[in-house]
């Protein structure tokens, strides 16, 4: 039996962490892996796509209204029987997102026994990392690798470079750099080398298409949409590439003049 993978994709808010987190699963479901998607953003849509554009109650709303919580209540089945949770955030300008992601797992923990037979658990996380709060799930061992989505310009680059120095931090290593492209001039080559130089490599180049949008737009992923688009062949590498990838490193976060001169 093959060792479940539990993995975490970080990168700066909007870089489209849950796109790509939502369109992985999907493409490993088409090869037959259980999986299990568990959106940690306060924002709660990082499962919406496997669900044809259905909203699902969150962990943290329905412990809040105090219901007497069950296993049908908090785990959907989407796409190819991908399960889909999300865990809420706290009410806003109150309690902590972090604290409140290590609750609401818990509770999962409780309530789904299944999750221990998933091949695939894919941990969407809230942007940056500002803070401990949003690093908890590695912190509990609930991750066994790190990925970190970036495009090839400046500002997602240096927050994937924060975050390698947090990883670094909290002795936690990285499996992989993702780029997501925005169509920046030598972008695959400018995320190749950064990806070299902190000692990690590039899983995969996603190019910037319109189909993507659309699909989202839609409440689909590409690869239930679009399956013989390019760009849903490039997902479904890159989740090949993740269920084999058996390789972690420390990251060395880079001086940030030679981030400045890798993406001039
Ligand atoms: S910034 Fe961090 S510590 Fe503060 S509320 Fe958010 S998760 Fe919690």
Same mark, same amino acid.
């Given at each position: ?69 069950? #296993? #049908? ?17 706290? #009410? ?60 090839? #310009? ?33 972008? /695959? ?7 070299? /130089? ?10 910037? /298409? ?55």
């Amino acid at each position: 039996m093959m060792a479940q993978k539990r993995i975490a994709i970080y990168g700066k808010g909007g870089i489209g962490k849950s796109s790509t987190a939502s369109n992985v699963a999907a493409a490993c479901a088409d090869e037959g892996y259980k999986v299990m998607i568990i959106g940690c953003d306060p924002k709660s849509d990082s499962s919406i796509t496997l669900l044809g554009g259905k909203r699902i109650p969150t962990i943290l709303d329905l412990l809040r209204q105090k219901i007497d919580v069950k #296993e #049908e209540d908090i785990v959907h089945e989407g796409y190819k029987g991908v399960k889909c949770v999300e865990v809420g955030g706290p #009410e806003p300008g109150i309690g902590c997102a972090g604290r409140g992601i290590i609750v609401a797992i818990q509770k999962l923990k409780q309530m789904c026994k299944s999750i221990d037979d998933m091949d695939l658990i894919i941990y969407d996380v809230p942007g940056d990392i500002v803070c401990g709060g949003f690093v908890a799930p590695i912190r509990k061992g609930l991750v066994n690798q790190a990925y970190i989505l970036t495009s090839g #310009e400046y500002m997602p680059l240096y927050a994937a470079n924060n975050i390698c120095r947090g990883l670094a931090k909290i002795d936690t290593q990285l499996s992989g750099i993702i780029c997501n492209s925005r169509s920046v001039t030598r972008e /695959e080559d400018i995320v190749r080398k950064f990806s070299g /130089e902190i000692g990690s490599k590039l899983m995969a180049f996603i190019p910037k /298409e319109q189909i993507v949008q659309d699909c989202e737009r839609d409440g689909f992923s590409v690869l239930e949409k679009a399956p013989d688009s390019p760009v849903a062949g490039v997902y479904r590498e890159l989740a090949h590439a993740i269920m084999s990838n058996e390789d972690s490193v420390m990251p060395e976060a880079l001086e940030d003049e030679r981030l400045r001169e890798l993406t001039r």
